[in-house]
């Protein structure tokens, strides 16, 4: 059974761009979850999708969005690129019935 | 006061001890518990989840679980180093995005 997939797996942007992440739950999984992990610190909670609607959102500015489709992949879009942005962008997902969260290999995302 | 608490470490043990991992949390409602573990530059792989208080023992892996203490510890036989990594502690919990990580704790198994 494949795993949960990122795509990409490194994006070089510059201050200001704008960039868009990629997540493919585990198959027959309905939850997508994003996850900030910047360099040496711990994980930060983004956004949780399920059944296609946002559920939850973690303390970031609304430049970070994001959304999920009828398959549910799920697109994180991170407007106004900032340095600080620079991190490990990680998904998760689980199935409808359960709280257990398997996380793909992450985008690293670096902002010059 | 953190969600759920781990000692940052490092957690230096020699080859073939055991290594004793713990985490808190502060939610007595939970009732969910894992065991991630992370390699530099990596994303989380889960090792081990308990529900129940007691012992869980998968391998050399056991995940003890005390909800009356709000505890729940990992531990390692036979450390090996491969086993270096950061483990992270997640809590499951009715809100929020289900499941609330502690910020990890490194381990270092020296040969």
């Known amino acids: 059974e494949a795993g949960v997939t990122q795509s990409p797996t490194h994006l070089i942007k510059t201050r200001g761009q704008q960039v868009t992440l990629r997540c493919s739950p585990i198959?027959?999984?309905?939850?997508v979850y994003w996850y900030q992990q910047a360099l040496g610190l711990g994980l930060q909670f983004l956004l949780w999708?399920?059944?296609?609607?946002?559920?939850n959102r973690g303390n970031f500015p609304p430049r970070f969005s994001g959304r999920q489709f009828p398959n549910y992949s799920s697109e994180l879009n991170v407007n106004a690129l900032e340095l600080e942005d620079s991190a490990l962008y990680l998904c998760?997902?689980?199935?409808?019935?359960?709280?257990?969260?398997?996380f793909g290999p992450g985008t690293r995302l670096t902002v010059l | 006061q953190k969600e759920v608490e781990q000692n940052s470490g490092p957690l230096s043990v020699p080859e073939g001890a055991i290594a004793s991992l713990n985490c808190t949390y502060s939610?007595?409602?939970?009732?969910?518990f894992f065991w991630y573990r992370q390699y530099s530059g990596k994303s989380p792989e889960l090792i081990m989840f308990?529900?129940?208080?007691g012992d869980k023992e998968d391998g050399r892996f056991t995940a003890q679980l005390n909800k009356a203490s709000q505890y729940v510890s990992l531990l390692i036989r036979d450390s090996q180093p491969s086993d270096s990594a950061t483990y992270l502690c997640?809590?499951?919990?009715?809100?929020?995005?289900?499941?609330?990580f502690g910020a990890g704790t490194i381990l270092r198994v020296k040969s």
């Open positions: 998760a997902s689980s199935s409808r019935d359960s709280d257990t969260q398997y």
């Open positions: 939610d007595r409602g939970s009732q969910s």
């Open positions: 198959s027959g999984h309905t939850s």
């Open positions: 997640a809590v499951g919990v009715e809100y929020g995005n289900k499941l609330v």
């Open positions: 308990i529900y129940s208080n």
């Open positions: 999708y399920d059944e296609g609607e946002e559920r």
